[in-house]
């Protein structure tokens, strides 16, 4: 059956900030101070359905961000879904992005492209309630056809084409029933946390913290380093005998991120330093647009089995491209909105892909882990294959209406219509406010 023909009638955005700055969370050697934000998007329409996208910040510059939006939803408003969705998705990414007069301020990046993503996803959040699925469902229900028609693969056809987009995505069509399966029973995204890893935290706290996770079922964890090498030394020094001590069954895995700190040769010489604590990876060793740097950085550390990994901050398919391409980098880092929503991630899961370059979602930050669940869980059924691991941190989840959920070390697939970001009113009111918007 067919669902209901609805249409975009309004919109408004909100500019929401939480004040974890109070206690350190999220506090890293680049960002000592950041109160987690939500630049928000929400789409009106004709029928009782809404839509919900939020675009990740730190704070100063949120409003920058919802006034950017406010810029970018009209031209989708008053407009059916059914012509903006479907095969027609992959036209309305490109229609979005095209305005000419906002292209000249912000070309697929910074504050302009930051909006994008908050009304991109709000539109996927919009369509996967007609259809009464989760997005990770609509998009797991799609013919390869239907996937490739989302991308627009502008700028990075020399990387993969639409025809081998086609032939990747029909050759993973083996073997999905079963994968689709897995997560149904919440086996398909194995999670690592980086609730014990913040600079700002103490001694006791990071030990609290780290034997708790452990407890939980994680075997993965992710600690901040850059602020000064004695102090890591010591925090990972303390990581290692807590992990290493457990009673828990099977390796545990230490990740480090330098959120951008260093330049290339301290970042080479730092993590010499600490090869001896058996890093998995190094995450953002250096500023993100510098593909070269981190080629420089993952050659240099290859010897060391230390590998490399960005896109957190890395801003459209593009820089993907490149750092894909030229293989800079072990770990493709993509994030929800950052990336100018679910279409520009399709885009690079599949450059990922024929690359062999395993994903990993940045996925620390407030409404991040709820979009991501799905990104990974697509990833897995759709496109690689291959189970990979995701951030996840506990903090600001009752926040949502359908908040992401760990048990047993995995992500709890969700089952809930939409894209799982819509926020409580409450908090909406207690933290933002509506700043603007557009009626009929």
Known sequence: MA????TITSFSTRDVRFPTSLDKTGSDAMNTAGDYSAAY??????SDLTGHGMTFTIGRGNDLVCAAISHLAPRILHTPLSSLVGTNFGATWRHLVNDSQLRWIGPEKGVIHLALGAVVNALWDL?????????WRVVADMTPEEFVACIDFRYIIDAITPEEALSLLQSMQEGKPERIAQAERNEAV??????AGWLGYDESKMRRLLRETVAQGYRHFKLKVGGSLQEDIKRLTIARQVLDSSPTPGEKILMVDANQIWSVPEAIEYMKSLAGFKPWFIEEPTSPDDVLGHLAIRTALKPYGIKVATGEMCQNRVMFKQFLMSGAIDVCQIDACRLGGVNEVLAVMLMAKKFGVPIVPHSGGVGLPEYTQHLSTIDYVVVSGQKSVLEYVDHLHEHFVWPSVIEKGYYVTPTQPGYSVQMRGESMERFGGILEGEKI
């Open 3 to 6: 669902p209901k023909e609805i």
């Open 41 to 46: 998007c929400i789409l009106e329409t004709d």
């Open 127 to 135: 369509w996967a309630k007609t259809l009464n699925k989760p997005v």
């Open 190 to 195: 194995p999670a690592y946390t980086t609730s």
